[in-house]
């Protein structure tokens, strides 16, 4: 199949090392960020009269140099894989999901409820998929209302679905508060079946970390929508309605459809979060436990690059950050942290327009 | 229920929405979306508690606190102007960011994770009900001023132009960057002043102590379409709803939850269109380039 003058002038462009641009620019905007958060991190850290190097140095040894560090920043990561993937696969389809924050809350609400209707005993095998599935729906179900405003009414979903993050933990405060919570509390009975096994009981080494299965989940999760995206026609759909909705139109793919589905699953991946606070960890729901989740959700997908692998790094670097805190509090307050998340996300927003303009200039000069 | 007590605990309610708000309007007619205004009051609310703490003087706290919303905005401004980044994307990070700073400097400075201590204020007349206070009264009229200012100046007319259409603006001479820089700028002075009025009537700062105003502004925006006066009349509407929950408080009539939902449904309906849609300006959130 050679000899095609156009096939000829179309190669160059195809086999020119395009992995190697799209690596440069997906890879080079989080460095840049990283960069620019060790050195707010360095003056923030003079600012208190310590040493940068030891501090960098408590906060690795906090983390990752022991089991239990490292077994808190695996929980926390887990819940922001499920709204980084939640938040990036909306990104994907073009949309702007900030609704994760009510979505997480909503399934993690709906997961310990079945949890609790289900009679003890219940084996996990058969819990977890019905505590999931009621967690997807309820996070779904949250999802499907920007959706349906964005494809009925062209509501902007960042709007309707920071709306609805006030609404529903309002109405979820309303239910433990006035309804379901064990007296002198703001949470729900424990649940009496659904319980998820902690890394704890299979190495003993990560005893007292929250570590659970559900980080297994969420890396299934990812492989999932990984597959989805990637592989399956579906995912190229919403993809191509990402990328240039009309052109999609323009293709036979009906762009409200491919919005609907993605902003409620969205929903369905922030919801099924929920599993892993409420069956991994405390075994109740708790009013305010999605706290800050879903806007780090955003932070991970866009360090992520909306890549459902990318995602499970940026989770794990963010939830280092948010444990290395607690590990240099000693020495310069946890507070920091918060200021270095903000910067990273600042950073690599500034940098993703800016490192591609940069790149793709300097290949315009050396084609010329 | 007294009508005077209800009406006076109501502007109060309203002020930190009104200065907000109408900083929303003006960059949000300009072009750049405003979901900033949260870490704008409360950089400024910081930032006045500071100032007061260290001079003694409130009016020096008014002016320090203008100056913090003044730099997250032009953070900002440079974030998604001059490096064209998503504008959402940075509204997130300058509210984070502006949590992590003022709870950095919080333990920095008062050595303290909640709250600093005790600083002066404005007025402080029982009898007055507050209208003792020259914010209060600036903030009653910062509306109308936008008003003027949007509709019956030059820069108004630029504001407009830059956000509805950017490149006709651009086509006879006006410089869309520099009125978006001075929008958001202004936003952040305004948004800054919402938090100084918060904060020095508290007569302290704690952590978080916006709670989500910055949200309700946005949504008195949207729901009063843009429009200086109507999203001064929808601060109001929101006012006197936070009102009525505070005065039934106790009463067990309706569940506070549900009366906190207000401002936030009456948004989603507008943009929804039931009556009559929201429209936002053309070229808000759009980047060319």
Redesign the interface.
């Known amino acids: 199949m050679t000899g095609s003058p156009l096939a000829a002038e179309i190669k160059p462009t195809v086999s020119g090392a395009p992995w190697r641009e799209r690596a440069e620019e997906a890879l080079i905007p989080p460095l840049v960020a990283l960069l620019v958060a060790l050195i707010c991190g360095d003056l923030l850290i003079l600012s208190y009269g310590q040493s940068p190097a030891a501090v960098y140095r408590l906060l690795l040894e906090g983390t990752w140099g022991n089991a239990y560090g490292f077994g808190q920043v695996l929980y926390k990561a887990t819940t922001l894989a499920f709204t980084g993937l939640a938040v990036s696969y909306g990104l994907r389809a073009g949309l702007f999901n900030i609704g994760a924050e009510s979505q997480l809350a909503a399934g993690g609400f709906a997961a310990a409820l079945t949890g609790l209707a289900l009679p003890v005993g219940t084996p996990l095998i058969l819990a977890l998929p019905i505590c999931m599935i009621a967690a997807g729906l309820a996070g779904g179900a949250v999802g499907s209302v920007p959706a349906y405003l964005k494809t009925r009414f062209g509501a902007h979903e960042v709007i309707v679905t920071i709306m609805l993050n006030f609404i529903v933990l309002a109405l979820l405060n309303w239910f433990i508060a006035g309804h379901l919570h064990v007296p002198e509390t703001l949470h729900t009975p424990e649940i009496h079946a659904g319980v998820l096994p902690r890394l704890a009981d299979i190495d003993s080494r990560f005893h007292g970390s929250a570590a659970n299965l559900a980080l297994i989940v969420a890396a299934l999760v990812a492989i999932a929508v990984w597959f989805y995206l990637f592989r399956a026609r579906g995912g190229y759909e919403l993809r191509a309605v990402g990328l240039q909705p009309q052109a999609a139109e323009y293709g036979g793919i009906s762009v409200g459809r491919v919005w609907m589905r993605a902003l409620t699953f969205s929903g369905v991946i922030a919801g099924m979060g929920g599993i892993n606070y409420v069956l991994g960890y405390k075994h109740y729901y708790e009013d305010g436990f999605a706290s800050g989740a879903g806007f780090m959700g955003i932070a991970v997908a866009l360090v992520g690059r909306n890549h459902p692998f990318g995602v499970l790094i940026a989770a794990f670097f963010f939830a280092t950050l948010s444990q290395g805190g607690l590990a240099i509090h000693a020495f310069v307050p946890k507070q920091m942290m918060d200021v270095l998340q903000g910067v990273v996300i600042l950073a690599v927003a500034m940098a993703v327009p800016e490192v591609r303009r940069v790149l793709r200039s300097a290949r315009r000069r050396a084609d010329a | 229920m007294n009508p005077i007590s209800f009406l006076t605990q109501m502007i109060r309610i309203a002020i930190p929405y009104l200065f907000a708000a109408s900083g929303g309007v003006v960059a949000e007619r300009a072009g750049i ?1 405003s ?1 900033t205004l949260e870490g704008f009051m409360l950089s400024g609310a910081f930032a006045a508690v500071l100032g007061t703490n260290y001079s003694g003087s409130p009016w020096v706290g008014v002016l320090t606190g203008m100056l913090g919303g003044l730099i997250f905005a032009l ?1 900002h401004a440079v ?1 998604t102007i001059r ?4 504008q ?3 509204g ?10 003022t ?2 400097f ?3 400075f008062f050595a303290s ?1 909640s709250n600093s201590p005790r600083v002066a204020g404005f007025g402080g007349n029982i009898k007055a009900a507050g209208f003792d206070n020259p914010l209060l009264w600036l903030g009653l009229l910062v509306a109308p001023v936008m008003a003027f200012v949007i509709y019956r100046t030059p820069f108004g007319l630029r504001v407009r132009a830059a956000g509805e259409h950017p490149d006709a603006a651009e086509s006879v001479g006006v410089s869309v960057k520099r009125v978006r820089y001075a929008a958001v700028a202004l936003s952040g002075i305004l948004a800054g002043l919402g938090g100084v009025y918060l904060a020095l009537d508290q007569h302290q700062f704690t952590d978080q102590m916006t709670a ?1 105003r910055g ?1 309700i502004a ?2 008195a925006v ?1 729901f009063g379409r843009w429009d200086p006066m109507k999203a001064a009349a929808a601060c109001l509407l929101f006012a006197a709803a936070e009102t009525l929950q505070i005065q039934l408080q106790g009463s067990n009539a309706i ?1 506070s ?2 009366i ?2 207000i401002p ?2 009456l ?2 309906i507008a ?3 039931v009556v009559g ?1 929201a429209v ?1 300006p053309a070229a808000l959130g759009k ?1 060319e380039d």
Not at chain 2, 92 to 101: D, Q, T, Y
């Open positions: 979306v979901l953070i974030a490096y064209r980044a998503d959402v994307v940075v997130v990070a300058i509210n984070l960011l502006a949590i992590g700073v709870r950095f919080l333990k920095l994770s989500g949200f946005i949504s949207i569940a939850q549900f906190e939902m936030y449904v948004t989603i943009l929804a269109g849609r936002p980047v």
